[in-house]
């Protein structure tokens, strides 16, 4: 759905964005992750042909992004990171002109969308709070279904019953077959529902991890309770298994990977209770590549 190769894009001495490679696969939700000013939204605003990159090649729905740019636009749901709309029309005024430039797809299904996030579309732009202004720029992003979907820092603003909601609407798209380029600063953003992630940092490339597989990597807190007190050597040169710390009541465990060695090791005992620490996003992220990046 993506392909990018060797894109760059300079400001006089400032390089926003230096030889980016990047592939985004249809169906998928896939995560671009950065700090502000790392160069989320110069990609996203090369792959629609809004700047003009310095150097390097970007394909959009296998389309060239600036030969074919009128056709990508025309297919693809797009809402920018600095959202900007006619502050004078009301929000259900606005959808209707959108709508009439889109084409054919009915208006129920902006309606089924303004009525999942609540969206006020009765008053003018201008006088409405930014989460509002937000949900309007998410219903002309999504409203008549397009295949791809690029969302710069689509909930910024957004309270969290509302983020929940459009995540919600993001998963059913992917299982529509649609697929999702979603930018964000917050790594939490996109735990729930990404496939894949990419990080970037100061214009480059840092990572590109499958979520699921970046959590079984990761390293998980697991805490056992006894009936009766055991010894640390019973735990000892377990695979995947470090920082064993016994206790009075128990034993706690940094697992990497599988838990099947700690389950046989613990079965040989009566076990009273396990709690298991998930690490989130944010705990993976930082322990691969530190709190610098």
Known sequence: ???????????????????????????????????????????????????????????????????????????VGYMPGELALYEKMTGAELLKFLGRLRGPKPPSRSKELSDAMGAQLDRPIGTLSKGNKQKIGLIQAMMHDPELLILDEPTSGLDPLVQHTVHGLLAQSKAEGRTVFLSSHALSEVEAIADRIAI?????????????????????????????????????????????????????????????????????????????????????????YGDGA
């Open 1 to 75: 759905m993506i392909s990018v190769q060797g894109l760059s894009k300079s400001y006089g001495k400032h390089r926003a964005l230096d030889g980016l490679d990047l592939e985004v696969k249809p169906g998928e939700v896939f995560g671009y992750l950065g700090p502000n000013g790392a160069g989320k939204t110069t990609t996203i605003r090369l792959l629609l042909d809004l700047i003009r990159p310095s150097s390097g090649h970007a394909e959009v729905l296998g389309l060239d992004a600036h030969a074919d740019s009128l056709e990508i636009r025309r297919r």
């Open 200 to 288: 970037i940092k100061d214009g480059s490339l840092a990572a590109v991890e499958d979520v699921q597989e970046m959590k079984a990597r990761a390293v998980r807190r697991i805490e056992v309770r006894f009936a009766r007190p055991v010894t640390k050597i019973a735990f000892e040169g377990l695979n995947g298994v470090d920082d064993v710390q016994i206790t009075d009541v128990g034993a706690t465990f940094s697992v990497t990977g599988s838990v099947d060695h700690l389950i046989k090791a613990i079965s040989s005992f009566e076990v009273t209770g396990i709690v298991t620490h998930e690490p989130d996003l944010e705990e993976i992220f930082l322990h691969y």
